[in-house]
């Protein structure tokens, strides 16, 4: 018996960084299929749910304890993103309607996936983007990337110019949303949902407990 488990992820996220390994770790481990299903961010979906320029509590800690985390596990995460995911004004700390990259890179995701390395993917791109180098998007540094996960990004470029890859974007937010929770990364079992990168030993638990075989 091979268990399903899908992965809502953002290329925005660093706690979707930092839970890759585990997620990969737990395919090791047990006899599951992941589905890396791409979410867009909050700050594109619902920016006032996060951030408000008078009060930064939010982002702030965000930031503050994703770097530790990504310290104690040995996988950096370095602030400023160089560039940063998405266009925002840190003054105002309002997003931008123009949005250059985050709507490719989910695209991306939605495309390996399909391709059955979306977990492999969204680890080294986002490793990429949060590991502290500048220009990520420049050059043959994104490509490089998605190569070490077995892809070629003008492949999955060219798959995504004129696919439906935003209506599975929508159904994949839909599906989260039912799940019960709304934020990155949740991983969703049995209709069960398990949010954030330190639960995945909680969903572990609850493999061995609902008897799914391991390796």
Same mark, same amino acid.
């Given at each position: 018996?091979? @268990?399903k488990?899908?992965? *809502?992820?953002?290329? /925005?996220?660093?706690?979707? /960084?930092?839970? %890759? ?8 481990? !047990?006899?599951?299929d ?9 700050a =594109? ?11 930064? +509590?939010?982002p702030?800690?965000?930031? /503050?304890?994703?770097?530790? +985390? &990504?310290?104690?596990? &040995? ?6 993103? +160089? ?10 700390? $309002? ?5 250059p990259? =985050?709507?490719?890179?989910? #695209?991306? &995701? ?6 059955? #390395? ?8 986002s490793?990429? =983007? !949060? ?8 050059? @043959? ?12 990004l003008?492949?999955?470029?060219? @798959?995504?110019?004129? &696919?439906?890859?935003?209506?599975? =974007? ?23 949902? *398990?949010?954030?990168?330190?639960? %995945?030993?909680?969903?572990?638990? +609850?493999?061995? $407990? ?6």
């Amino acid at each position: 018996m091979t @268990a399903k488990i899908d992965v *809502f992820w953002s290329f /925005r996220s660093p706690y979707s /960084r930092l839970v %890759v390994p585990d997620l990969l770790k737990l395919r090791e481990d !047990f006899q599951v299929d992941i589905a890396l299903r791409p979410v867009l961010p909050l700050a =594109i979906r619902n920016p006032e749910a996060l951030f408000d320029a008078n009060d930064r +509590r939010a982002p702030m800690y965000i930031v /503050r304890d994703s770097m530790r +985390r &990504g310290e104690m596990l &040995g996988r950096p995460v370095v602030y400023p993103l +160089r560039p940063d995911p998405i266009v925002q004004d840190f003054t105002t700390m $309002k997003v931008a309607e123009e949005q250059p990259y =985050i709507h490719r890179l989910t #695209k991306l &995701g939605v495309e390996a996936n399909r391709r059955g #390395k979306g977990l492999e993917m969204a680890g080294h791109v986002s490793a990429l =983007i !949060f590991g502290g180098g500048e220009d990520w998007d420049k050059g @043959a540094k994104l490509g490089d990337a998605v190569s070490q996960a077995g892809l070629d990004l003008a492949e999955l470029d060219e @798959a995504i110019e004129n &696919g439906d890859h935003e209506a599975e =974007i929508e159904r994949n937010q839909a599906a989260l949303d039912a799940s019960g929770h709304w934020g990155v990364p949740t991983m969703v079992f049995e209709d069960e949902p *398990f949010f954030g990168q330190d639960r %995945v030993d909680t969903l572990r638990w +609850r493999l061995e $407990k609902s008897g799914v075989p391991k390796r």
